[in-house]
């Protein structure tokens, strides 16, 4: 996917956070993206990067934690991973699932020097 | 040195703007279709055959995604319904801030159904919800029977898949069963068509089901006035 736009989102949402919180600094960017989400972080770091230049997000370590695709079964309850384009409950074989995990785009959490430190 | 729980979704602004658009079309009885598929799957066409089979019942509206060009804008001009032509310059989906824009060439209060035909791409339409009732993807023969596993984001998210240019299967190399029983494990509640738009062929079932749908929605709007 396009990684410059999902960086600039991510900086306005940065930034925004980082003035609410009185940050000098931001040091770290924790992001949860799921599988499906279709985001190469390597891609992603690179256009974070460009973009923190000159800001208070400069230098801010970014990571990525990669989130699996989950999926569960309203017939048996299970909860389960998918594999290999299987949407199918790996207990029951219903292939009726509900997929509640993979698709995210998240920021997870800031890590800053606030105007204390 | 201080942690900040965020838990914020990065497409937040794009969402809530979808909303505001989803309300919009709710308050009005519109029915929104968002048509999505690679470039030359078909869209355009569909699109027109789409529009003469309803233009007589329902007053219809277009907003036509494409990176340049009117050239779809005016195809669809030809036949009779107001259209609003999205030039992107780059991008490479529509997203709910155009499409909140592009409402400002309609009347909105008047419009049964708007059809958004979006920017020709397997990928990225998929994250970007726009504030419509349903997905429509297109996967024509010609394309390959893999496309399915290869995209499956796109499948798992439409709630109708058109396989387009059928008349062509004599010609090509493509096993059609092998196309839907991966799209059906991927999404089992898809609704699959099989058309030919230039023989003009599984049109009917098409038309059948989108009025259901359309249908469904006016009902919907009108109990919850």
Known sequence: ?117 | MKQIEIKKDILSAHEMIANENRELFKSNGTFVLNLMSSPGAGKTTLLERTIDLLKDTFSLGVIEGDIATSYDAERISAHGVQVVQINTGGACHLDSAMIKNALDGFNTETLDVLIIENVGNLVCPAEFNLGEDIKIMILSVTEGEDKPCKYPLMFRIAKALIINKVDLLPYIDCNINRIIKDALSLNPDLKIFEISCTKKTGLNSWKEWLEEEIHTKKKASFIDE
């Open chain 1, 1 to 117: 996917m396009h990684e410059y736009s999902i960086a600039q989102s991510i900086m306005q949402i940065v930034l925004a956070e980082a003035e609410k919180a009185n940050a000098r600094k931001v040091l770290k960017v924790s992001l949860g993206i799921g599988e499906l989400a279709g985001v190469f972080p390597d891609s992603l770091s690179f256009c974070f990067d460009l973009l923190a230049k000159g800001t208070i997000a400069e230098d801010a370590k970014l990571t990525i934690e990669k989130v699996p695709i989950r999926g569960h079964c309203p017939h048996c309850n299970k909860t389960f991973l998918i594999k290999n384009n299987l949407y199918i409950c790996q207990n029951c074989r219903n292939p009726k699932i509900e997929v509640i995990t993979g698709r995210e785009l998240q920021i997870n959490q800031l890590e800053i020097d606030d105007e204390t430190d």
